[in-house]
């Protein structure tokens, strides 16, 4: 009987555990898809402005660029968990090559750092500057996505 109480103890003991590591890859699920839902609507307002679909902002396009600039510094690494990859968890489009290519996933996001230094200054003056900052800052996007980002 004792023997039965103290399996029951420690099976149960862990479950905090378990729960505890589905929580942190929930949590960071749910902060990582979040961090790139910041870059895509501030981006997504610079470009509508660049296009002229909506009318240019010199406050909002520096806003925004500098919302860039600022997340651009953010260190994502603690988001990219093991076992967060497509097809071990629903939701994500994280290719495996982010683990296996840990330092170039890791430059890749630091290149979109630097090319966003100074953007909220760079896009002031009149929809003509954003052309050139949109260009900077999607070539980074683009170079990471390219290799570690499922395509649709």
Same mark, same amino acid.
């Given at each position: 009987?004792?023997?039965?109480?103290?399996?029951?103890?420690?099976?149960? %003991?862990?479950?905090?555990? !378990?729960?505890?590591?589905?929580?942190?890859?929930?949590?960071?699920?749910?902060?990582?898809? @979040?961090?790139?839902?910041?870059?895509?609507?501030?981006?997504?307002? +610079? %470009?509508?402005?660049?296009?002229?679909?909506?009318?240019?902002?010199?406050?909002?396009? %520096?806003?925004?660029?500098?919302? !860039?600039?600022?997340?651009?510094a953010?260190?994502?690494?603690? &988001?990219?968990?093991?076992?967060?990859?497509v097809?071990?968890?629903?939701? %994500?489009? #994280? +290719?495996?090559? !982010?683990?296996?290519?840990?330092?170039?996933?890791?430059?890749?996001?630091?290149? &979109?750092?630097?090319?966003? !230094?100074?953007?909220?200054? #760079?896009?002031?003056?009149?929809?003509?500057?954003?052309?050139?900052?949109?260009?900077?800052? @999607?070539?980074?996007?683009?170079?990471?996505?390219?290799?570690y980002?499922?395509?649709?």
């Amino acid at each position: 009987m004792r023997l039965i109480n103290l399996t029951a103890i420690v099976a149960f %003991s862990a479950f905090p555990v !378990i729960a505890s590591a589905d929580d942190a890859t929930e949590n960071a699920m749910e902060a990582r898809h @979040g961090l790139m839902k910041m870059f895509a609507v501030d981006m997504g307002l +610079l %470009s509508g402005m660049a296009k002229g679909e909506i009318e240019y902002d010199e406050a909002a396009a %520096s806003r925004a660029a500098s919302n !860039i600039e600022a997340l651009g510094a953010y260190d994502p690494s603690g &988001l990219f968990l093991e076992g967060t990859a497509v097809g071990e968890v629903d939701d %994500s489009e #994280a +290719l495996p090559a !982010i683990w296996e290519n840990p330092e170039d996933f890791a430059q890749k996001f630091a290149d &979109l750092g630097e090319a966003a !230094i100074g953007a909220g200054d #760079a896009v002031k003056g009149g929809r003509e500057n954003l052309g050139p900052v949109l260009q900077k800052l @999607g070539g980074t996007c683009k170079a990471c996505h390219d290799d570690y980002r499922q395509k649709d």
